[in-house]
């Protein structure tokens, strides 16, 4: 238990249909990221907020909509994906947006048909 | 560009000593991670290294030279929970982890 709890563990889509990815931290901590992990690739860092404001936008495709109504939550909010967004999506969190000490969630393994 | 290297599998045997080479070319340097995932769960920190020299942490150690741009974690007394992947990251001038594809570390009773 890493005190980041990501909901749904396993997702399957179609490209057409809308669904969310969910990342709760129960850490007091003030900043919250989306990684993406694909097999045998370093991890890719896709969205920061740090106090609820977004700090990092790593020219991630528009299919992919974050949002952080407050700094336990975090939202990724997908739509029209292709099958090569098929990965493991992992949510983070830290005590503050500069550190390299990062708490992960246990990941969203996302398949697109 | 940026860019980390690190050996995409390893094998050793259980009670044995393994050594997970990491090199990195970051712009600027603040740090270099070290960070444990087992199959199946969430990436756990290891070990941070910013100045040069070995870090001690029980049976994992971290080593770090800055001019040559290369750290190294030692597992030593290796146990079969051992097994998991091992993500090298650097971070750079703007404070960004650069990450490593990882190691997997496959462990042999």
Redesign the interface.
Known sequence: E?G?TQTPRHLVMGMTNKKSLKCEQHLGHNAMYWYKQSA????E?MFVYNFKEQT?NNSVPSRFSPECPNSSHLFLHLHTLQPEDSALY?CASSPE??T????????SRLTVL | GQNIDQPTEMTATEGAIVQINCTYQTSGFNGLFWYQQHAGEAPTFLSYNVLDGLEEKGRFSSFLSRSKGYSYLLLKELQMKDSASYLCASRDSNYQLIWGAGTKLIIKP
């Open positions: 890493t980041v045998k690739k370093p991890l860092l990092e992992l947006g500069d390299g000490e990062l708490f992960f969630g246990e990941g």
